[in-house]
Nanobody, 119 residues
Framework: QVQLGESGGGLVQAGGSLRLSCAASGSVGSLIAMGWYRQAPGKERELSAYITSGGSTKYGDSVKGRFTISRDNALNTVFLQMNSLKLEDTAVYYC?????????????WGQGTQVTVFS
């Protein structure tokens, strides 16, 4: 099993910044990809960003140019730097990791961290 420890959510004024962190622990194996999704009230869960073990990244259209994803492989941790936050960035942000261990690929989700942007 893999445990995901998320931190960094909170309240921030529009235009401000927050940094989310997610550390994976347990039977991690190889972390193929690590990323963040978000879900606003009444909306579908959507991709914010992910980063592969090779360093390739993908961003959701709504966050391109404002959010930056990075990872520390030694710490099995992924970060999401969120700048120029907008009211519409308010959502629960979920850490997501894909692992490969003993030939088996698995996906895990964190419990979510609330980000609230106010005017």
């Amino acid at each position: 099993q893999v445990q995901l420890g998320e931190s960094g959510g909170g309240l921030v004024q529009a235009g401000g910044s927050l940094r989310l962190s997610c550390a994976a622990s347990g039977s991690v194996g190889s972390l193929i990809a690590m990323g963040w999704y978000r879900q606003a009230p009444g909306k579908e869960r959507e991709l914010s960003a992910y980063i592969t073990s090779g360093g390739s990244t993908k961003y959701g259209d709504s966050v391109k140019g404002r959010f930056t994803i990075s990872r520390d492989n030694a710490l099995n941790t992924v970060f999401l730097q969120m700048n120029s936050l907008k009211l519409e960035d308010t959502a629960v942000y979920y850490c997501n990791v894909v692992t490969l261990r003993l030939g088996v690929r698995r996906e895990y989700w964190g419990q979510g961290t609330q980000v609230t942007v106010f005017s």
